[in-house]
């Protein structure tokens, strides 16, 4: 069965600090790796892609992993601001036919001042 | 550009009104989705369309549902509401199906539904 699994449920740091976010999948075929992140009220926005054959990408202060082997992902947050705070959302594609996307349940993260 | 909106933005509905979300895009896209997202469930596809005038179902597809009769309307029927409609409401839009490298969903501000 595809299934995509966070976690931390929730995690909360002091601003300044780093966090890692990690994903679990077990989508085959696998095509590509989303991470979004949603502010509260919002909808989600994507922050980077990862397909099979990139192991590392970085948006600003997000740096997001894939290691297609153990189908695991990681997005790492470094020196977070209280903007960071917002659920992050881990999205699989599936590369066939039914063009299956699976999300998974979201880490919320709460940055306190 | 306004991306993707969504009308209304709230609202509240007794059990057994009917009623009908509307979501837009200007970006020309193919592909338009339509979710729900409920505390400690994330989101779930109700169904989408991949092109003008035609939809399919997606994960929780009961009890609602769709129309795509012009390529940047995506429409979201409830005939009868429940209480376990309660939820927020996303639509989406992407240039491409999941496997392309640009699948990106361009996801709307969201509806709040509650049903009483």
């Known amino acids: 069965k595809n299934q995509v699994e966070q976690s931390p449920q929730s995690l909360i740091i002091l601003e300044g600090k780093n966090c890692t976010l990690q994903c679990n999948y077990t989508v085959s075929p696998f095509s590509n790796l989303r991470w979004y992140k949603q502010d509260t009220g919002r909808g989600p926005v994507s922050l980077t892609i990862m397909t099979f054959s990139e192991n590392t990408k970085s948006n600003g202060r997000y740096t997001a992993t894939l290691d297609a082997d153990t189908k695991q992902s990681s997005l790492h947050i470094t020196a977070s601001q209280l903007s960071d705070s917002a659920s992050y959302i881990c999205v699989v594609s599936a590369g066939n036919r039914d063009d299956k996307i699976i999300f998974g349940k979201g880490t919320r993260l709460h940055i306190l001042p | 550009n306004a991306g993707v909106t969504q009308t209304p933005k709230f609202r509240v509905l007794k059990t057994g009104q009917s009623m009908t979300l509307l979501c837009a895009q200007d970006m020309n896209h193919e592909y338009m989705y339509w979710y729900r997202q409920d505390p400690g469930m994330g989101l779930r596809l109700i169904h989408y369309?991949?092109?003008?005038?035609?939809?399919a179902k997606g994960e929780v597809p009961d009890g609602y549902n769709v129309s795509r009769l012009k390529k940047q309307n995506f429409l979201l029927g409830l005939e009868s509401a429940a209480p376990s409609q309660t939820s927020v409401y996303f639509c989406?839009?992407?240039?491409?199906?999941?496997?392309?490298?640009?699948?990106?969903?361009?996801f709307g501000p969201g509806t709040r539904l509650t049903v009483l």
């Open positions: 989406a839009s992407s240039p491409q199906p999941s496997g392309g490298l640009y699948n990106e969903q361009f």
């Open positions: 369309s991949v092109g003008e005038g035609t939809t």
